[in-house]
């Protein structure tokens, strides 16, 4: 099968990669890119690890056909943190315990991410809506959305 070669945008920096027609964009961020960052999870859409944003929009990457990527923006969870200052998210995430085996935090971050830049005051009831494509097996969601509204108040100073 005759490889197609893309050019994108990967957390600010331009990328360019060869990928099969069929191969999924998280198949080329893990194997190609190695950004590890975005995990599979269920790989038919539903659990939203392997959330992404594309042009801004959450995306699950199982579902995207690397080629689409053509020209586009994209941002994964490695592209929140400023070199060694993690994001507000990331840092709630830790100090609220949002997290256990980490299979999740990857596209909860990143969906929670795209929410605060729409929105930068949300409330519990936004971020459980938005947040609502994204399943954890380990913990309570409650936690988690403890650390997006916590990140939102210091985002906002």
Do not use: W
């Amino acid at each position: 099968m005759r490889k197609l070669h893309v050019t994108a945008e990967l957390n600010g920096e331009a990328v360019e990669f060869l990928c099969e027609p069929r191969q999924t964009l998280l198949e080329v961020l893990r194997d190609v890119l190695d950004h590890t960052g975005t995990k599979e999870g269920c790989a038919t859409g539903d659990c939203g690890a392997c959330s992404v944003l594309l042009d801004d929009r959450v995306v699950c990457s199982c579902l995207v056909l690397a080629p689409e990527v053509e020209g586009r923006k994209l941002q994964t969870v490695e592209g929140l943190a400023d070199g060694d200052h993690l994001h507000p998210l990331q840092r709630k995430f830790l100090e609220h315990a949002a997290l256990q085996c980490g299979i999740c935090t990857p596209g909860f971050l990143v969906a929670a991410k795209a929410l605060l830049d729409r929105n930068p005051d949300p409330s519990e009831a936004e971020v459980r809506y938005h947040l609502a494509g994204n399943l954890c097996r380990c913990t309570g969601y409650d936690k988690i959305v403890r650390a997006v509204l916590d990140a939102a108040a210091e985002m906002r100073g």
